[in-house]
């Protein structure tokens, strides 16, 4: 069955790791934990879904050998595969580990929920800043 979006339950406007409003990530492909957009959260995100990244082959090789492949599109989960260049709302600890180990894909800050500084610091994220 698929899933359908949920809404966040904040009331407030999400803010990012820049502490301004948080701005869409991706709406080709469709993003977030509620398909938003955004990288919003709330408690039913246990992945914490708030890292803004832009994807590349060699985040989504890492992220295939840890047992979560990005790239095939699964339609029953509103998932369409992912390629380089996509933008995609990344799990706060799934990118640190990338970090860790060198192929963090670059970040959005302004897309990038305030909730990711709960896993990484500031100073890592702006060190694999998007300039766009």
């Not at 670059?106 to 800043?129: G, I, K, M, P, W």
Request: glycine residues 6%.
């Amino acid at each position: 069955m698929p899933q359908t979006a949920r809404k966040p339950t904040n009331i407030a406007p999400a803010r990012n790791v820049l502490g301004t409003e948080l701005e869409p990530c991706s709406l080709d492909p469709l993003t977030g934990f509620f398909r938003d957009g955004c990288c919003n959260t709330d408690d039913h995100d246990r992945g914490l879904h708030v890292v803004c990244a832009r994807m590349t082959a060699e985040f989504l090789e890492f992220s295939g050998n840890r047992g979560n492949d990005l790239v095939t599109a699964r339609p029953e989960f509103n998932f369409p595969g992912l390629k380089p260049g996509d933008q995609w709302c990344l799990c706060a600890l799934r990118w640190k580990e990338a970090f860790d180990a060198g192929v963090a894909p670059h970040v959005v800050l302004h897309a990038t929920h305030e909730r990711a500084l709960d896993v990484v610091s500031l100073e890592q994220l702006r060190s694999r800043a998007y300039a766009h």
